[in-house]
């Protein structure tokens, strides 16, 4: 580094002769760390140290994390709880109902129950990769990073744009070690098993049968029989869709580096998924705040 850079510009042309020893002897010293850690190195020998460990970047391991959180949310949310209920009725002969495919889809689901995971050892699966306690927080750093972009109007950022690379960093490490076997390995069954729960609870007719007026009042009935406010189920799925789709930003972005184009559609549309799952966390979390409320003074007027 050039001396004069470290000499106040008001010294430069009559400087003390402690000044300029002072700026030279910080330029020489800038020498000094390298000398010390080749002499040390030398007189210690050659020294192997394990390669840091980095997360699993493949396109089949990244490509599982969005799916497996769709299916984590659907879950939360009691969609896979409430096609075993649904199909257990149906095979019991309490739901007589004419379906579409004459309750085919109802049969095999109930006929491969024992095929699947069961809900606690999903519950146990899908934890490992997504345990509230941490990854829940790096995901809503890496929601507000978004957002933050919003209201560049179409310009770069670069302090944002760093902290947004850093959040998606810290999530994509955290993700990265805990979907490698058995999360990687179910992945497939899991998606299969939430695609054939949301079939199997989508006919109208079977939600008339129920006397509820969409598909989200029927996941629901069992929460309202429970004495569980309304809504849940539907503001879980929505934040699980918008919380996959960022996701999917994240696998299909690592391998650039997290870069963004302030002016394109993808990082607008992002930027709204984002904002949706902050959105839908805040609305989950004051229900749950008041329903805990509600049952306290219940417990108190009964005591």
Do not use: F, N, R
């Given at each position: 580094?050039?001396?004069?850079?470290?000499?106040?510009?008001?010294?430069?042309?009559?400087?003390?002769?402690?000044?300029?020893?002072?700026?030279?002897?910080?330029?020489?010293?800038?020498?000094?760390?390298?000398?010390?850690?080749?002499?040390?190195?030398?007189?210690?020998?050659?020294?192997?140290?394990?390669?840091?460990?980095?997360?699993?970047?493949?396109?089949?391991?990244?490509?599982?994390?969005?799916?497996?959180?769709?299916?984590?949310?659907?879950?939360?949310?009691?969609?896979?709880?409430?096609?075993?209920?649904?199909?257990?009725?149906?095979?019991?002969?309490?739901?007589?109902?004419?379906?579409?495919?004459?309750?085919?889809?109802?049969?095999q689901f109930w006929r491969t129950r024992r095929q699947r995971l069961a809900a606690g050892e999903r519950a146990q699966l899908l934890g490992l990769v997504f345990d509230a306690r941490d990854f829940e927080p790096a995901l809503r750093r890496l929601c507000v990073a978004l957002v933050a972009m919003a209201d560049n109007a179409g310009q770069h950022d670069l302090r944002e744009e760093v902290g947004l690379q850093q959040a998606a960093a810290d999530l994509l490490e955290l993700c990265g070690r805990r979907l490698e076997g058995a999360p990687l390995a179910g992945a497939a069954d899991l998606l299969a098993h939430a695609r054939a729960a949301v079939a199997v609870l989508s006919p109208r007719v079977l939600q008339t049968a129920f006397a509820v007026p969409d598909f989200y009042a029927l996941v629901e009935l069992s929460e309202r029989a429970s004495g569980a406010t309304g809504g849940r189920a539907r503001r879980l799925a929505t934040r699980a869709q918008a919380g996959a789709a960022v996701l999917r930003w994240l696998a299909l972005s690592a391998a650039s580096g997290f870069a963004v184009d302030p002016q394109g559609a993808v990082l607008q549309a992002l930027i709204g998924d984002a904002q949706r799952w902050l959105m839908y966390g805040e609305a989950l979390a004051s229900a749950a705040a008041a329903g805990d409320a509600h049952e306290h003074r219940r417990v108190a007027a009964a005591a």
């Open positions: 580094m050039d001396s004069a850079i470290l000499v106040p510009a008001d010294l430069q042309q009559d400087a003390c002769e402690e000044a300029v020893a002072l700026a030279l002897g910080l330029q020489e010293a800038q020498e000094w760390t390298p000398q010390i850690l080749t002499m040390a190195l030398a007189s210690l020998g050659d020294i192997d140290l394990p390669e840091p460990a980095v997360p699993p970047l493949g396109a089949q391991v990244l490509g599982a994390l969005p799916t497996l959180y769709w299916v984590y949310g659907l879950d939360q949310a009691g969609v896979l709880k409430a096609a075993d209920t649904v199909a257990g009725l149906w095979a019991s002969g309490a739901i007589q109902v004419a379906l579409p495919d004459h309750g085919q889809a109802l049969q």
